[in-house]
């Protein structure tokens, strides 16, 4: 198993632009959820979803969109990039809502605003 | 809503020294408990959880956390540090009601100096 692949790993864009990032799973997870993470300020969760078709916003959704339309992928789009969304983002997958099931994370993308 | 509060945000420490790493939450609701690690340019892994039952766990590398419910806190400590435990910490919780959503501290950054 491959887990919790994104890309790009690191991207630079100018403001206005819009791009999108990659989240895939191998595990055949129902959950998969974005977070951005900031010095001191830990990870915040942008997006979830807790299953194909279904997803919904978290703390920090504004200028974000996302859509599932396969349980393996989970892509990430900025609308218009904002030097404010400079930041790391993390997408991660977890078997379901039991309470012993483990968030995997990926390795992150490391974005860039100028 | 829940808060996570690390109350340091570097820890630096000498080899072989023990190490605590102090986190407090709030929530008006009862949480699950974790502690993910993140070493330098990947992503997070979890490190050990608190679910039920015993209030000492423990990780297979070492580390031991005590949940304290009437403090609120969650410490993570280490009785001896090696140099590949230089990483940064995370402590999170999540609501046990709220599927797979977790609230992250802010992280401390533990430095192990030889």
């Known amino acids: 198993n491959a887990g919790v692949t994104q890309t790009p790993k690191f991207q630079v864009l100018k403001t206005g632009q819009s791009m999108t990032l990659q989240c895939a799973q191998d595990?055949?997870?129902?959950?998969m959820s974005w977070y951005r993470q900031d010095p001191g300020m830990g990870l915040r969760l942008i997006h979830y979803s807790v299953g194909a078709g279904i997803t919904d916003q978290g703390e920090v959704p504004n200028g974000y969109n996302v859509s599932r339309s396969t349980t393996e992928d989970f892509p990430l789009r900025l609308l218009s990039a904002a030097p404010s969304q400079t930041s790391v983002y993390f997408c991660a997958s977890t078997r379901g809502s039991g309470t012993g099931d483990e968030q995997f994370f990926g390795p992150g993308t490391r974005l860039t605003v100028l | 809503a829940q808060s996570v509060t690390q109350l340091d945000s570097q820890v630096p420490v000498f080899e072989e020294a023990p190490v605590e790493l102090r986190c407090n939450y709030s929530s008006s609701v009862s949480v699950y408990l974790f502690w993910y690690v993140q070493y330098p340019n990947q992503g997070l892994q979890l490190l050990l959880k608190?679910?039920?039952?015993?209030?000492l766990v423990e990780s297979i590398n070492g580390f031991e956390a005590e949940f304290n419910k009437s403090q609120t806190s969650f410490h993570l400590r280490k009785p001896s540090v090696h140099i590949s435990d230089t990483a940064e910490y995370f402590c999170a919780v999540r609501r046990k009601a709220a599927g797979n959503k977790l609230t992250f501290g802010g992280g401390t950054r533990v430095l192990v100096k030889p």
């Open positions: 595990m055949n997870h129902e959950y």
């Open positions: 608190y679910l039920s039952g015993s209030t």
